[in-house]
């Protein structure tokens, strides 16, 4: 009776490290597919003459292909008894820059109406760019400051794009 206890808890044990190895591609699955099954309404076009529906189709995908990658790479670093927390802290470590930069992009959605393209793109490369992991301060406001530059002439001055720069 012992052994059918043990052998139990040691499955559970196993469960929660497989699901905490693969939580990551889980979550990119499922927005994934969320953003498949948002633009499935929508007209896919061609190169030529995209619809509408393109670009998320696209981007959908490649959150499938981010989705396959990750469960193909096996975490590196782990031996196979490392405890859950280790590996939920782990894998929320490989989480923030995704949920950073996700919050990132909702910051310039914010900032752009409000602000102008240039100070919501160098707000949001400033927020991308330390929850990425950058600590260096000069280095991260001189990359922000050339990126929302770089953004900023590319939308306004080439695409001519009906932008306000402030």
């Known amino acids: 009776m012992a052994t059918g206890g043990t ?3 040691s499955g559970a044990a196993g469960l929660a490290r497989r699901f905490w190895r693969h939580a990551d591609a889980l979550l990119l699955l499922l927005l994934g597919l969320l ?7 929508l007209a896919f076009g061609d190169l030529q003459n995209p619809g509408p529906g393109l670009f998320p189709i696209c981007i959908a995908m490649i959150l499938l292909m981010a989705a396959a990658v990750t469960v193909a790479t096996p975490l590196h670093g782990t031996s196979a008894g490392a405890e859950t927390g280790h590996r939920a802290k782990e894998t929320l470590a490989r989480f923030l820059p995704l949920v950073g930069i996700t919050g990132a992009s909702c910051l310039f959605a914010l900032l752009a109406p409000r602000v102008g393209l240039l100070a919501a793109s160098l707000a949001c490369v ?3 760019t330390v929850v990425c992991g950058n ?3 000069i280095r991260v406001l001189l990359f922000s400051v050339l990126l929302a530059l770089a ?3 590319l939308f306004i001055e080439i695409l001519r794009l009906p932008f306000p720069y402030f």
């Open 135 to 137: 600590r260096h301060p």
């Open 35 to 41: 953003v498949l099954l948002g633009s499935r309404s």
């Open 151 to 153: 953004t900023a002439g």
């Open 126 to 128: 400033l927020v991308a």
């Open 7 to 9: 052998s139990t808890i």
